[in-house]
């Protein structure tokens, strides 16, 4: 079991060594000299011609956000309905078109996973190692448990079965109808690893994870026993910091190919049933990836957001104007890839040529979960708890 204190420690490191590209940007802010430009400082925001227009059609609020938590809370969407958690104020349904709140479950949880939605369901996780199960149309309980270790990630919901993830490595499986545990899965985590992991992702018969040492392990529903195992980042370098290899972003399935980006910066795409690698990249991030028809949208530490082809992992464009600004995991939406940043800014790049297309500000707190698109919208929580929803306009 991974000790909280390590984790504070880990995301201390982090702030300093990833989130802003190194300490040694402290040098810059004592040497008096304005004329140099500070490479390791975020790249400014430049003006540009916008070729799409961004309409906000909604905001409300989730409650009191992770601020400094470092979990990375994003809504999900299931039916029509959005659905949000924070660490004060419970959980949330919101329609998705309005905005208008449907119902409010208010819990002393300190809910800072999730929630994932499924079948009736929704479940959020917290930072005592709490679930919480809610029905998905009234809000009221359905059950609880408990795993042992905070839950920094949404639940995965569906086939009949809560999958956890819990921030010691652990993968617990319950009955979503009862709530009583069927079996639990168990990873050794490496000795320092970036702070945050994302929902466990369901297929037939299947849950894929991605761990913290860089790999993804396909589990059997009924039991929980490893099918296949493939490493997608590889652990080289001499440093603790060096060797990282987090996957941090839930892998995404399509029809029967998964695909997975590491911290180290590769990407993989796997054929799910078998594990067998179809192709690897060099180019890749922690976050979730974004799913476009014919290619993948990726954000690196570095801040640079790459597109890949769908078939073959090769680059189709490369965009590094967003350098150093801390970019959350990236999303499609209507011909455009979306990235948030710490300064809360969310950045539309054109999906064919990555050129900036648009750019907009949910709030002035850092957007660290992921956006989420669902029937052309697209819905930000920040840290502070604060949504927004947005369309496009041509």
């Not at 809610?134 to 795993?147: F, H, N, Q, T, Y």
Request: aromatic share 6%; glycine share 12%; net charge negative.
């Amino acid at each position: 079991m991974k000790p909280h204190s390590l984790l504070l420690r880990t995301a201390a490191v982090l702030l300093c060594a990833v989130a802003v590209s190194g300490c040694s940007t402290i040098r810059g802010w004592f040497d008096g000299d304005d004329d140099k430009v500070n490479t390791t400082d975020p790249a400014e925001l430049t003006d540009f011609t916008a070729s799409v227009s961004v309409s906000r059609i909604w905001t409300a609020s989730a409650g009191k956000g992770e601020k400094r938590i470092g979990a990375g809370q994003a809504p999900t969407v299931a039916d029509g309905r959005v659905y949000a958690a924070a660490i004060e104020g419970g959980v949330r349904a919101i329609d998705l078109q309005s905005g208008a709140t449907l119902w409010h479950h208010e819990s002393d949880l300190r809910l800072s996973g999730g929630p994932g939605a499924g079948e009736g369901l929704v479940v959020a996780g917290g930072l005592e190692g709490d679930v919480l199960a809610l029905d998905a149309e009234s809000g009221s309980e359905r059950w609880r448990a408990e795993v042992g270790n905070e839950v920094i990630a949404a639940p995965a919901v569906g086939q009949g079965t809560v999958i956890v993830r819990s921030n010691d490595g652990r993968v617990t499986a319950f009955d979503a109808a009862s709530g009583e545990r069927r079996w639990f899965w168990a990873r050794d985590l490496p000795p320092l690893t970036v702070r945050g992991n994302d929902a466990p992702v369901l297929g037939p018969g299947y849950v894929f994870v991605g761990n913290d040492d860089g790999t993804v392990v396909a589990l059997g529903l009924a039991d929980g026993r490893p099918v296949w195992e493939q490493a997608v980042g590889q652990p080289d370098g001499r440093t603790d910091l060096e060797r990282m290899t987090d996957i941090d972003g839930s892998p995404v399935l399509d029809e029967a190919t998964l695909y997975a980006s590491s911290y180290k910066q590769q990407t993989m795409a796997i054929e799910a049933p078998s594990g067998r690698p179809l192709w690897s990249s060099d180019r890749g991030g922690a976050g979730r990836i974004g799913l476009g028809s014919d290619r993948l949208v990726v954000a690196d530490p570095a801040g640079t957001v790459w597109a890949l082809d769908k078939n073959s992992g090769s680059a189709l464009w490369q965009q590094d104007v967003l350098a150093r600004r801390n970019l959350s995991s990236a999303a499609v939406q209507d011909g455009h890839a979306v990235v948030g940043d710490f300064d809360g800014y969310l950045h539309w790049l054109k999906l064919d040529n990555g050129e900036l297309a648009a750019r907009t500000r949910a709030g002035r707190a850092a957007v660290k979960g992921a956006p989420i698109v669902a029937d052309g919208i697209l819905v930000v929580q920040n840290i502070k708890g604060d949504l927004s929803a947005y369309r496009l306009e041509q």
